[in-house]
C-alpha cells in the first residue's frame, strides 16, 4: 500500500501551468487546445495552457503516432551521380498530455498491427517509443461513449506513463510506469483519500455508461454473416464519406505515394479509408467493393471479425466519435446490437 | 410539426400502398438528441416511423444517384422534400439523372433547419443529452444544466437568406404555413468579405481550409457531387496531391470541388453539416449563386426544363474582366 | 507568328478550341510555378465550332470572378478575345499580360514549392 501511495501525488489546477512548463524543457508537449469550440490535442505553444475542460477530442491523438501524411523517404538536389537522402533529424521526446483512455486502448490496438513478432513499422515504433503518455480520466463518459465493452473504462489507467484525474479543483496525478514516476517526483505528495476521491469520481463515471453493446460474441457471430441481406440495410443511409476512418482512433489504412517536385521528391504515407471509391480498385479498372453495402460490410467485419481472428484483439475502443460525427447517424453500437440479434 | 408528420405518413402510405413509388426517402428518428436521420421506407406498415422536424438537416436528394438501378428500370422514388431538396432534385432532372416522372416530390415548405453545432456549443464543453422542441423554443438539456433556445436564434446560416422555402415543383405539397423571407439577400453575406483586401481574403480562406483532413465529407453529403470518378480519384493525371501537409492542394481541393458547383449548388449547407472539422463551405460556395445571378440572372433548380448555366449561353454574356484596349 | 517578336516568357498551350479549356489546368498552372495565364480565344461569333467559345465565356467568366474574389490577385488570371488572323494583337496581349504580372512579382498563392507546410 505504502508503494502504491508513493506515486500518488497531487497538483492545485493554478499550478500546472508551471508543471507543463518544467515538462517542456525536455519533452515537446502535445495537449488539448480549443480550436474553434472543439477540442484538438496539438502542439502547445509557450506558455500555452492545455484545455482540459472538454469531453472528448474531435480527432483522435492517433496522428502522433500514425500521421496522416509522413514521409518514408525524401531526397533533395539530385545530380547525375547522387540522389541524396534526405536524413531523418533527431526526434524530440514528446509527451502526449491529456488523453483519454479510449485513445491510449487504441494505441495497444495498433501496436498489435504495427509493432509484432513478424513485422515492425519502424516510422510506428519510432514515434511510440519517443513518446510519453499522460492519460485522463473521464469525469463525464458522453453519450456516445462505450469504452467498458472493450476492457477499458473511463479511468483505466492501462498503457498509460501518469494518469491524471480531475477532482474539483486539484488535479490528482499518478505514476504508472517508472518513467512517468520519474516526472512526477517533484510533485505534492498525495495519501488515500485522494485515492477514494479518485475512486468515488470513477464509480460515477462507470454508472452513466448505460447501455454498452455486449461484443465478446460479435467476431465469432460475423463469421457466418457474409452473404447476409443485413449489410444492405444497415448501410442504404451511408454516404461513403470517409469522416468515421478518419476519426476513428483504430482504423489504419493508408495509400503509399510518389512526389516530385523539380529536383526534390519524396515517397509519402497518406491515411486511406476503405470508404472511399478508389479503395480496392484494380488497377484492370475492375472494383470488387463497388457498392456501399460492400464496404460497410468490409468496415465491419475488419474491426471485428478479421482483426480479432488475426491479432486477438476487437479493433474498436468505443471512443464514440463516429457515431457523433456521421453526417447521417449511422450508430455502431446500433449495428453490433443488430447483428447480436440476429 | 405533427400535422406535417401525419400528411407525410398518410401521402406516403398512400403512395405505396397504389405502388405508384418503389421506394420513399425520408427522414426518421435518430440515436442523438438533436439528429433525424435519412431512412428509406418501401412498405405501406413502415411509414410510422417518418418523422418532420427541424433537425431533418440532409439533403435527401443525395441519394437519388445511388438508386439508378430502379430509375433504370422505369421505377419511381418518392422524396419528402424541403424547398433546397427539392431543387437538388430539379438540377438533377435538369442534368438527366431521373425522369420528371419518376421522382415523386413530396414538397414540404421549410422553415429552417436548426444548426446543430451551434446549438451544440451552447453546452460547451459538456454535452446535450437530451432535445425537445415546442412552437418557436428548443429545450436543451444536458449534465447540470437546462436552457430554452428561440429557434430564430439558431436557424443555419444558409436556411437565414434561403429564396426559396416554399418548393418550387412538387408532386404534393404538405401544407404549412411559411413566409418567404424578404428580398433573400445572399449577397450581404459576402459583402463583408468582399470588402477586404485580396490578401486578407486569401489568408482568411487559407485559415479556414488548413484545417481540411480530406475526409471528403463535404463532396459525399452534397447531391450536386455525382461524378462516377471524382477528380480527387482520377490518376491521369493527377490534379493535386492526396497530402494534408500541403497548403496549396488543400486550397485547390476546395476551390476545385467547389467550383464544379457553380450553377449547380443549391446553397442547403449540407457540406457545412458534414465537415467534421466545422469549415465554412458557405464562405465559398455563396460567390457562386450570387455570380449566377448576377451575371446570368440565374438561380439553381427553379424550373426542370431549363438548363443548367454553364450548359447554355447568350449572345449577349457580358465580358467582364475580359483583355480590353487600351 | 506572322514574324512579329514576341516575349519569349510565354508557353503556348495549344488546344482546338477555348471551350477545351479545364479549370484545373488554369489552376494547375498556377500551382506548378506560372506566375500568371492567359486564356486566348476566338471573337464570339467567330468560333470554328460555332458556339466553343460561348460556353466557354460563362465558364471563365465565373471563374474569374470566384478566384479573384478568394484573393488571387487580380491580373494572374487573363483572358482575351483574339482572332488567329490577328498577330500583332497577340504580341500587344502577350506584353501587356507580361508586364502586368510582372508588376505582380512572382507567385506566392497558390504555388507549390515545397513538400510540408511550415
Not at chain 1, 68 to 90: F, S
Not at chain 2, 14 to 27: A, H, P, S, T
Not at chain 2, 137 to 164: P, Q, R, Y
Not at chain 2, 188 to 204: L, M, T
Request: proline share 4%; net charge neutral; glycine share 6%.
Amino acid at each position: 500500500m505504502k508503494d502504491s501511495l508513493k506515486s500518488i501525488k497531487h497538483i492545485e489546477k493554478d499550478k500546472l501551468s508551471e508543471f507543463i512548463k518544467q515538462l517542456r524543457k525536455d519533452f515537446t508537449v502535445i495537449a488539448p487546445r480549443n480550436v474553434k469550440d472543439f477540442v484538438l490535442f496539438q502542439e502547445l505553444k509557450a506558455d500555452e495552457e492545455p484545455y482540459l475542460d472538454f469531453l472528448n477530442s474531435r480527432q483522435s491523438p492517433k496522428e502522433y503516432f500514425f500521421p496522416q501524411t509522413e514521409n518514408i523517404v525524401e531526397y533533395e538536389g539530385v545530380t547525375d551521380k547522387r540522389v541524396p537522402i534526405v536524413t531523418e533529424k533527431q526526434m524530440r521526446k514528446r509527451i502526449i498530455f491529456g488523453m483519454r483512455p479510449c485513445d491510449v486502448t487504441s494505441l495497444s490496438i495498433l501496436d498489435r498491427l504495427f509493432v509484432n513478432e513478424d513485422y515492425v513499422d519502424n516510422y510506428y515504433k519510432r514515434l511510440r517509443d519517443n513518446t510519453l503518455i499522460f492519460g485522463f480520466g473521464c469525469s463525464y463518459p458522453r453519450m456516445t461513449c462505450f469504452c467498458t465493452s472493450f476492457d477499458s473504462g473511463p479511468f483505466s489507467t492501462k498503457g498509460t506513463d501518469v494518469f491524471i484525474t480531475d477532482s474539483g479543483d486539484t488535479f490528482i496525478i499518478e505514476g504508472i510506469t517508472e518513467q512517468g514516476k520519474k516526472l512526477i517526483e517533484k510533485l505534492l505528495d498525495g495519501d488515500k483519500k485522494l485515492l477514494k476521491t479518485k475512486s468515488e469520481i470513477e464509480k460515477k463515471a462507470l454508472d452513466s455508461i448505460t447501455t454498452p453493446p455486449n461484443v465478446e460474441k460479435i467476431p465469432e457471430k460475423l463469421k457466418g454473416l457474409f452473404e447476409n441481406p443485413v449489410w444492405e440495410v444497415i448501410s442504404e443511409r451511408c454516404l461513403g464519406c470517409g469522416v468515421c476512418t478518419y476519426l476513428c482512433p483504430t482504423c489504419h489504412c493508408f495509400d503509399i505515394q510518389d512526389e516530385v517536385i523539380d529536383n526534390k521528391g519524396r515517397r509519402v504515407k497518406n491515411w486511406d479509408s476503405c470508404m472511399f471509391p478508389i479503395f480496392t480498385l484494380h488497377g484492370s479498372g475492375h472494383q470488387p467493393r463497388e457498392f456501399r453495402f460492400q464496404r460497410m460490410r468490409q468496415r465491419i467485419m475488419h474491426k471485428f471479425n478479421y482483426y480479432d481472428e488475426n491479432f486477438d484483439i476487437i479493433a474498436c475502443c468505443g471512443c464514440g466519435r463516429c457515431v457523433t460525427e456521421c453526417p447521417v447517424n449511422i450508430d455502431v453500437r446500433e449495428i453490433l446490437r443488430t447483428i447480436s440479434e440476429l | 410539426m405533427e400535422k406535417i408528420e401525419e400528411k407525410i405518413r398518410e401521402i406516403a402510405g398512400k403512395l405505396l400502398k397504389d405502388k405508384k413509388v418503389k421506394l420513399i426517402i425520408g427522414f426518421e428518428k435518430g440515436t442523438l438528441p438533436l439528429k433525424a436521420r435519412p431512412t428509406f421506407v418501401r412498405k405501406p406498415e413502415e411509414v410510422e416511423k417518418l418523422i418532420w422536424n427541424p433537425f431533418c438537416e440532409n439533403n435527401l436528394a443525395v441519394y437519388i444517384p445511388f438508386y439508378r438501378r430502379y430509375l433504370d428500370n422505369g421505377e419511381s422514388i418518392g422524396v419528402i422534400a424541403k424547398g433546397c431538396d427539392v431543387r437538388s432534385l430539379v438540377l438533377h432532372i435538369q442534368e438527366n439523372i431521373a425522369k420528371r416522372e419518376q421522382i415523386f416530390i413530396i414538397g414540404i415548405p421549410c422553415e429552417g433547419i436548426l444548426d446543430r453545432k451551434r446549438i451544440e456549443k451552447e453546452a460547451f464543453p459538456g454535452e446535450i443529452t437530451e432535445a425537445s422542441e415546442k412552437d418557436d423554443k428548443i429545450l436543451v438539456k444536458g449534465n447540470g444544466f437546462e436552457k430554452t433556445l428561440k429557434k430564430k436564434d439558431f436557424l443555419c446560416e444558409d436556411c437565414i437568406v434561403c429564396s426559396h422555402r416554399k418548393p418550387v415543383v412538387y408532386d404534393e405539397l404538405v401544407e404549412g404555413d411559411v413566409k418567404e423571407t424578404e428580398a433573400a439577400d445572399r449577397q450581404n453575406q459576402i459583402k463583408e468579405f468582399e470588402s477586404k483586401e485580396p490578401d486578407e481574403r486569401w489568408k482568411i480562406f487559407t485559415e479556414e481550409v488548413s484545417r481540411c483532413i480530406r475526409c471528403y465529407a463535404c463532396r459525399n453529403a452534397c447531391p450536386a457531387c455525382y461524378c462516377k470518378e471524382c477528380f480527387v480519384d482520377c490518376s491521369k493525371p493527377q490534379w493535386l496531391g492526396t497530402t494534408v501537409d500541403s497548403e496549396t492542394d488543400l486550397q485547390l481541393f476546395q476551390i476545385i470541388r467547389t467550383f464544379h458547383l457553380a450553377g449547380r449548388c443549391v446553397n442547403c449547407g449540407s457540406c457545412n453539416r458534414a465537415c467534421p472539422m466545422d469549415i465554412n463551405i458557405s464562405l465559398l460556395v455563396n460567390k457562386l449563386s450570387v455570380d449566377a445571378k448576377r451575371l446570368f440572372n440565374y438561380e439553381t433548380g427553379i424550373d426542370v426544363n431549363e438548363k443548367p448555366v454553364l450548359n447554355k449561353y447568350s449572345e449577349d454574356d457580358s465580358n467582364e474582366g475580359f483583355f480590353e484596349e487600351h | 507568328m506572322s514574324r512579329f517578336q514576341y516575349p519569349p516568357n510565354i508557353e503556348i498551350v495549344r488546344v482546338p478550341c477555348v471551350s477545351r479549356v479545364n479549370p484545373l489546368f488554369i489552376l494547375r498552372s498556377l500551382q506548378h510555378g506560372a506566375d500568371g495565364v492567359l486564356v486566348a480565344g476566338c471573337y464570339p461569333g467567330e468560333c470554328n465550332y460555332s458556339t466553343g467559345n460561348l460556353y466557354a465565356r460563362r465558364k471563365l467568366l465565373m471563374l474569374k470572378s470566384y478566384l479573384e474574389y478568394l484573393g488571387l490577385e487580380k491580373g494572374r488570371f487573363q483572358c482575351a478575345w483574339l482572332s488567329s488572323a490577328e498577330a500583332e494583337r497577340f504580341v500587344k496581349i502577350a506584353k501587356a499580360t507580361i508586364e502586368s504580372v510582372r508588376k505582380l512579382g512572382p507567385a506566392k498563392k497558390l504555388v507549390r514549392n515545397k513538400f510540408n507546410r511550415d
